[in-house]
C-alpha cells in the first residue's frame, strides 16, 4: 500500500521563518540546493525537507539541469494569502484610524 500523498497549504508552509528565507531566496534566481544550503545552519537534507514542503505548497517547483536540480519559486500560491490578508486590511485602517484620532485629540484637548 502507497503512503498517502500529503499536500501542505500556502499558509502552513510559509508558517516557518526558514521556509520564508529560501522563498526570498528563490525570488532572486533559481538555484540548486547547495547554494541554498549555504545560506543556513542547516544541513542539505533539511534543506531539502523544507524544499518539499514548499514545493507540496506549489510555491517552488525543481528540474533537473544536468547532474543538478534548480528550484525556482511560484509565487502564484501566495496570492491567497494576499487575500486573506486583504479582508482584515480594513480592519486596521479603521483601527489606525480610531487611533490617530484618539491621539490627536488627547494632545490638542479643546
Known sequence: MAAPVIKHDVFQAIADPTRRSVLQLLARNDMP????????????????????????????????IGRETRYSLHPEPLAELKDWLAFFETYWEDRLSLLKEFVENDTNPQ
Do not use: W, Y
Not at 531539502?48 to 505548497?57: E, F, R
Open 33 to 64: 540546493i547547495v547554494a541554498i544550503s549555504e545560506n543556513f545552519p542547516l544541513s542539505r537534507t533539511a534543506i531539502n525537507k523544507h524544499l518539499h514542503i514548499l514545493s507540496d505548497a506549489g510555491l517552488v517547483s525543481s528540474r533537473r
